[in-house]
């Protein structure tokens, strides 16, 4: 009997080893398709022109960072620092605007009973459902008619109006999450709703914040839209000012690549070190 | 002057009307229980009595001073919530802390008054070995101390308990019973507990207070209740085994009252005499011990057919449960003999004590000692 | 009616549990076994492997004499009750109850009648056409039962049946249980973790821990005589009491000493104690079997009454001791007031004695320990 059973269970095994073994080729593939423009870009950024293109490719080269310091101080007359500079404060501060409103905003929703709730939930939610292109316009004219034209200000009150949608659609399911009774706790022992807000909820829901903060940032500083119409010289941004990267010679390909991976390298530390949390917080909450 | 005094409250829930002026008393140093099967409103008293609800009308008094309305933090109230609720975040220490650090009292206390007083209180609860622990790896039993430490250490007036040793295994209710009486005993603050166990009720209370549909059935120490039921509802939820409560007539046969039961007649105890006098109709119920009831022959007097309707084991002694034409009747025994169920039997009750009810009202038609239930 | 027989079976899951060990069991015909333990015992995968929900990875599983351990479920003509009541959501009362024999093939009106006749007997009548989520539980569960009896099958399975209902109704139940078993004489084999509703429904009961049988027998013989620690605590009305002990043997005469106690023995128990001399054991003692004595008394374990706590009829009474705290049972009118001195008695024939392994030294009778 005790044969049997074995003989059954020898079956499964072998089937199964060839089928982890494709499963292993594909994710292998899928990998090398993913990394593989990152590994372009890095390695580009460290060539210099020759080598940049010569073909067949060059695997093992001299690595220089020429490009770096002629795409940070030398390039267009003041190289890419400026850009960078403006890219990380209207990032940084949409994604702490965002995230304070949209914290609060989403407690609200989660927590207190009031008439329409069902409804504001909902047209918040809708404001992501126009394409953004077709705010491009109106929100020019507006911007002008404030005199916020190539400001910071313009585009940190855009982000954060875009990105407002999400940062409560993700944290009001966390908010809803935590047991009422620890916030009656609370109350009891003597704090008001808005402390209770910023000492318990919000600690409780570090992953969602966490979340919602790094998707946020990658939002921001990637977006290129809004920044080309309403940024010119002083408040342009990083997408906006790679895209202006050619020059009377063809593209500086180096350089460009020099400043793609600076571009980079924000996000990806910052998403690479809160992995952990991100993982958690956009299954948690979305099992709602 | 009352720890606590609830006059005339009135709650509804949409179209449920829970409590229609309900008022209660509670003694200072008092530990009273909050006794009832679900939905008789206890939680919401008790969350009436914290502040987490406010009542539709009526006042609450907590040491006098008049508390309606007012929110939970005003009301020196310690409340330790049956899922525990302790901040996940912090640690046990913090947890114990947090009351005291709330900025509405800042400037009360000080950094060694806290750290005095939470070392005092880890002691009573004996968890000082759990001190810098996140909660999170704690056992319900530790849990439960840390959320009794929290309601505690500000010294509350009145110390609020919601169920709390319902979600402990039996051992720990038990061992946390006699805790909490020893912890009374020292601290002599006026407690409030609610739960739906009557063996909890009765073990650790001073006064229990029997709900039921949003109304107190009765207020009175745990043998009061026990001794002096003032309803078959009482009789019938206090104690284990509950009192058997059935039909029974009285008749008066040649200028005496008899008892009869299913056209067998029962010998009242003498004691009762001037309590049947008062029944409103011939029709009552009686109520007695299942220890005062025994199997006989047919032939005997006095003997009430029955239908076996369930037979086990509690402990070491058999239950019966039998169905006779005037109710159920249950039966403990520890002479175990092999019974089927629907066999016929033949009871006989031994009324050494007994209860008369009225039976439209099921009140007592006995002289009552105690408070009387609003 | 048949017999069931577990032999040697183990159950072990494909991730490396050892859910089931060695068990050897064996339910008479027409009796009601219940399978009693605490979670991740081992019943649940014990009554699956039973009903066939579960492969049985070694030993062998006999119905009636006969081998099953390859028959798929729906040949074995088991009805089971499940913790969930596993209702079919979209269906009616009726139809969930007539399911098992619309898959039959058995005419249309001769369904109606049985269902009937089962909605009668559980008092559904009023429910036939309302679905499973408009029903409280103790309704479902009826339900489930319904379904189960209408096969009348020659064996009931049933797992925690009543672990999702409120306490009134779980006592209605079990009655209804009991009776549909004799009504039915049909063999039951029930799961619990409570050891109060296992009282209350078995002929016998089995104590299950970590994948094996701990002791099988009747509740009185599980309280009287529990096989070892395990069962001594979890089969309980009160909390058992336990108290550190030794023996010691001086000049050829054996004495057990808990604190400054020395209980009396009977030849048979000293004799047995005379061979752990120096072990560090544990004395086992129910409340309901504490004797409470005017302190002094040579051999009782003096000590201080704490707490009482009312029970109606009778009281709790915790004992502060040398060795520790101890509960008993007292009536009313004979409850010691608290501050009390008093001593602790131990009747010989209510005391038990573990060694460090838990193991019952005064078991007596070690061959009931298997099923």
């Known amino acids: 009997m005790s044969n049997d059973l074995a003989n059954k269970a020898a079956l499964p095994m072998a089937r199964s080893r060839g089928r982890a073994l494709l499963c292993y080729v594909i994710a292998f593939l899928f990998a090398v398709y993913c990394i593989f423009p990152f ?250 | 002057m009352t720890a606590l005094a609830i006059e005339r409250l009135f709650k509804s829930f949409g179209q449920l009307r829970l409590f229609q002026g309900l008022s209660l008393n509670v003694e200072p140093t008092k530990y009273a229980c909050l006794l009832g099967p679900s939905g008789c409103g206890k939680t919401t008293l008790l969350r009436l009595i914290a502040g987490l609800e406010s009542p539709d009308v009526g006042e609450i008094f907590i040491d006098g001073l008049p508390v309606t309305n007012r929110p939970p933090h005003v009301r020196d109230i310690g409340l330790a919530f049956q899922n525990y609720a302790l901040y996940p975040h912090l640690s046990v220490r913090d947890n114990l802390a947090f009351p005291l650090r709330a900025p509405i009292r800042r400037g009360q ?23 810098n622990q996140s909660v999170g790896l704690l056992s319900g039993g530790q849990q439960q101390r840390v959320a009794l430490g929290r309601a505690l250490i500000r010294h509350p007036k009145i110390l609020l308990l919601d169920e709390p040793t319902t979600h402990l295994d039996a051992r720990l209710r038990h061992e946390m019973r006699a805790e909490l009486k020893l912890l009374h005993r020292d601290a002599g603050t006026t407690t409030v507990h609610v739960t739906h166990d009557q063996q909890e009720a009765l073990a650790v209370s001073d006064v229990i207070v029997l709900m039921r549909d949003g109304n107190i059935e009765q207020v009175g120490s745990p043998l009061d209740l026990y001794q002096n039921p003032y309803t078959a509802f009482v009789a019938q939820f206090v104690g284990d085994p509950p009192m058997n409560v059935i039909d029974a007539r009285l008749n008066q046969t040649a200028g005496d009252l008899v008892l009869e039961v299913g056209g067998v007649e029962v010998a009242l105890p003498p004691a009762l005499d001037n309590v049947a006098v008062r029944a ?95 | ?197 296992a009282g209350a429904v078995a002929d016998r009961i089995v104590v299950m821990e970590q994948g094996r049988v701990q002791q099988s027998g009747r509740l009185t013989d599980l309280i009287d005589s529990p096989t070892n620690r395990f069962v001594a605590s979890f089969i309980s009305e009160w909390p058992i009491n336990m108290l550190p002990a030794t023996v010691t043997t001086n000049g050829g005469r054996t004495a057990l000493c808990v604190g400054e106690a020395r209980p009396a023995l009977t030849d048979c128990q000293a004799a047995v104690l005379s061979g752990v001399a120096g072990e560090s054991l544990e004395l086992g003692l129910r409340p309901e079997d504490v004797e409470l004595v005017p302190p002094g008394g040579p051999g009782d374990l003096p000590g201080r009454v704490i707490v009482v706590e009312p029970q109606g009829g009778m009281a709790v009474i915790v004992i502060e001791t040398s060795v520790g705290r101890l509960n008993a049972i007292a009536e009313t009118e004979r409850t010691p007031n608290v501050g009390a001195l008093i001593g602790v008695s131990f009747p010989p024939g209510r005391v038990h004695v573990f060694k460090p392994d838990g193991s019952n030294l005064f078991a007596r009778d070690p061959a009931a320990s298997k099923g």
């Open chain 1, 39 to 288: 590994y372009i870009v890095i390695t580009t950024a460290l060539k210099n022109d020759r080598e940049i293109f010569a073909w067949p490719p060059v695997w093992l080269f001299h690595a220089t960072l020429a490009n770096f310091y002629d795409a940070l101080f030398v390039f267009g007359g003041q190289g890419a620092g400026t850009f960078i500079l403006n890219s990380i404060i209207t990032t940084g501060a949409s994604t702490v605007l965002s995230l304070v409103l949209g914290s609060m905003a989403a407690y609200g929703l989660a927590r207190f009973r009031f008439r329409g709730r069902r409804q504001l939930a909902f047209w918040i939610l809708s404001t992501r459902f126009a394409p953004p292109i077709a705010f491009v316009v109106p929100m020019y004219l507006m911007v002008l008619q404030l005199n916020l034209l190539d400001t910071h200000i313009a585009l940190i009150l855009i982000y954060t109006s875009m990105n407002l949608s999400l940062v409560i659609w993700l944290l009001r399911g966390f908010f809803a999450e935590i047991p009422i009774e620890i916030e009656e706790a609370a109350l009891v022992d003597g704090y008001t709703r808005i402390q209770i807000f910023w000492r318990i909820a919000v600690p409780l829901v570090q992953p969602g914040i966490i979340t919602a903060g790094v998707l946020v940032s990658i939002f921001s500083w990637n977006e290129f839209l809004f920044a080309s119409v309403l940024t010119q010289t002083n408040a342009q941004t990083l997408p906006v000012y790679l895209s202006g990267f050619s020059n009377a010679m063809g593209m500086a390909w180096g350089q460009y690549m020099a400043v793609g991976v600076i571009a980079l390298l924000p996000i990806s530390a910052v998403a690479f070190i809160l992995q952990r949390y991100l993982v958690r917080g956009l299954t948690f909450g979305a099992v709602r």
């Open chain 2, 109 to 131: 206390f000080t950094a060694a008054d806290i750290a005095q007083r939470v070392t005092r209180v880890a002691k009573q609860m004996q968890i000082e070995a759990l001190l």
């Open chain 3, 1 to 197: 009616m048949p017999t069931i027989e577990f032999k040697a079976v183990s159950k072990v899951y494909a991730d490396g549990t050892h859910a089931v060990r060695d068990l050897s069991l064996f339910v008479q015909n027409r009796e009601f076994l219940c399978i009693l333990g605490p979670s991740g015992c081992g019943k649940s995968s014990t009554l699956r492997m039973l009903a066939g929900l579960e492969s049985i990875t070694s030993g062998e599983l006999l119905v009636d004499g006969i081998r099953v351990n390859e028959v798929p479920a729906r040949q074995r003509d088991m009805a089971m009750v499940f913790e969930n009541y596993a209702l079919y959501p979209h269906l009616d009362v009726f139809a969930n109850i007539a399911m098992p024999l619309s898959a039959k093939g058995i005419a249309k009106s001769e369904i109606r009648r049985r269902v009937e006749e089962i909605a009668e007997v559980l008092k559904l009548q009023g429910q036939m056409r309302q679905q499973p989520r408009t029903l409280s539980g103790g309704q479902r569960q009826r339900v489930a039962l319904g379904r189960a009896l209408i096969r009348e099958p020659r064996i009931f399975l049933m797992d925690e049946p009543l672990g999702h209902l409120e306490a009134y109704m779980r006592v209605e139940l079990r009655s209804e249980i009991r009776r549909l078993h004799e009504e039915r004489s049909a063999t039951t084999v029930y799961i619990t973790h409570d050891q109060e509703e």
């Open chain 2, 280 to 374: 409103s109709s011939a029709e009552l119920l009686l109520g007695f011990r299942p220890k005062q009831v025994e199997i006989v022959e047919a032939d005997q007097p006095g003997a009430i057919p029955a239908l076996v309707q369930m037979h086990e084991m509690v402990g070491r002694e058999l239950q019966i449960t039998a169905r006779t034409g005037n109710g159920v009747i249950r039966y403990r025994t520890t002479r175990v003999r092999q019974v089927r169920l629907g066999e016929r039997l033949h009871l006989r009750l031994a009324l050494n004590e007994a209860w008369l009810f009225d039976l439209k009202t099921g009140v007592t038609l006995q002289k009552q000692t105690g408070d009387r239930p609003s």
